[in-house]
């Protein structure tokens, strides 16, 4: 289940494979940001936030005007995640409450004669859940927001998932990246399977942070192909001019108490290759992370 | 700004006696009208009120605490089957945390 997809790619989502690449530090421009300070407007409003509603009211609560900042950073695009609590339908326009448990905020859709795919005014009901991705606007010093695309949501994890997305963007932006490379050993942090633990921030067990590849299912062999995965991206495999052999992958997966055949680490090193996790190197039989 | 729902497990939900909660549970029984549920964290919770009927196996009720136990609906959300609510759980255990409990709520 790629909730990265959701209307193309919006950042920071270890699911989507949206190149969510580890930038150096806060303030530093990066895909739902923008550049903290002297940044241009234009390239600001390019970028796209997951917000919880409170977070979002509480930082714009002393704007003045419509440039708004939170975690140190403007604001472009915010997406936000809750239930329908009122809806009205006016000749151009829709305005809908939105509450998503932190806080609720007003929502206008302006409405172009016909609904576009994914978009249909019959589904945002009161009561179910809708994904809004608009721009904050004040309203008679009331923030609000403009909504362009208004999509109810079908599948509940993705509640559960904004809300991690939030947490973990606010985070970004505040404590700058993890560091890259970092081993990604938790498995479950994929919305295929139930939860284990996602662990603490910056911890090894980030999970995926950054890669392009949590998204795929974990196939035969349970979780071998992120343990595999973080053993490629172990500093030293990293470092490796040509990354490790596959009998080096097998011993540091021994070290991590796995034991897999050779054919099974062979295997899951080519669905590596093929998802862009990793390529070989001098020979057939020697990988290298692609650092993502 | 309106008091939040904040979204709970068992334990969580403890600490807010008399409030308006979120709570995400998969659904063990259904009788005369009070549909018994088991929190991620293993708790049991009466969820009584309810009019809408309930499908499947999970449910997310907006309600307010009335006992330890238990929550007078307000309204509910029937959730897939699909529903992870180790991760719900792994949610409600990060918005308590303070260090974003200020995202979510206070």
Not at chain 1, 211 to 217: D, G, T, V
Not at chain 1, 274 to 292: H, I, L, M, P, R
Not at chain 2, 48 to 56: K, L, Q, V
Request: charged share 20%; proline share 5%; with cysteine.
């Amino acid at each position: 289940m790629n909730f990265g997809a959701y209307g193309g790619d919006h950042g920071a989502s270890q699911f989507g494979g949206g190149g969510f690449m580890a930038s150096p530090a806060p303030g530093h421009g990066n895909q739902y940001g923008g550049g903290g300070g002297g940044g241009g407007k234009s390239k600001n409003a390019q970028s796209l936030r997951a917000f919880t509603i409170r977070h979002l009211l509480k930082e714009t609560a002393s704007a003045d005007d419509d440039s708004f900042r939170a975690d140190g950073h403007d604001i472009g695009t915010v997406t936000v995640v809750g239930r329908v609590t009122h809806f009205q339908e006016q000749a151009t326009r829709v305005s809908l409450q939105v509450n998503d448990g932190t806080g609720s905020v007003e929502v206008t859709s302006w409405l172009d004669g016909q609904d576009t795919p994914g978009q249909k005014r019959l589904d945002w009901q009161v009561g179910r859940y809708v994904r809004v991705y608009g721009n904050l606007k004040l309203f008679d010093r009331k923030p609000s927001i403009t909504g362009f695309c208004v999509k109810a949501i079908t599948d509940h994890n993705e509640v559960t998932y904004h809300f991690l997305q939030a947490v973990m963007q606010h985070l970004h932006l505040t404590k700058g990246a993890p560091p890259q490379g970092a081993p990604a050993p938790a498995p479950g942090m994929g919305m295929a399977g139930p939860a284990k633990t996602p662990g603490g921030y910056g911890a090894p067990a980030a999970g995926g942070y950054g890669a392009p590849f949590a998204a795929a299912p974990a196939a035969r062999g349970g979780d071998l192909h992120s343990d595999l995965k973080a053993v490629f991206n172990l500093p030293h495999a990293l470092n490796a001019p040509n990354g490790l052999s596959v009998e080096q992958a097998i011993a540091e997966l021994q070290r991590m108490g796995r034991n897999v055949s050779a054919a099974e680490v062979m295997a899951a090193c080519e669905f590596l290759a093929a998802e862009g996790v990793v390529y070989s190197t001098c020979n057939d039989t020697t990988f290298k992370s692609t650092g993502s | 700004m309106e008091d939040p729902s904040p979204r709970v497990n068992f334990e969580t939900m403890q600490r807010y006696h008399g409030r308006k909660v979120i709570l995400c549970g998969q659904i063990t029984s259904i009788e005369n009208g009070c549909v018994r549920l088991q929190t991620a964290d293993k708790g049991e919770v009466t969820v009584t009120g309810g009019s809408a009927p309930y499908e499947g196996r999970f449910v997310e009720v907006l309600g307010t605490v009335s006992s330890p136990n238990t929550i007078q609906e307000l309204e509910h959300v029937n959730l897939n089957d699909n529903f992870s609510l180790e991760m719900f759980n792994e949610l409600v255990k990060l918005s308590h945390k303070d260090a974003y409990i200020g995202m979510f709520s206070t």
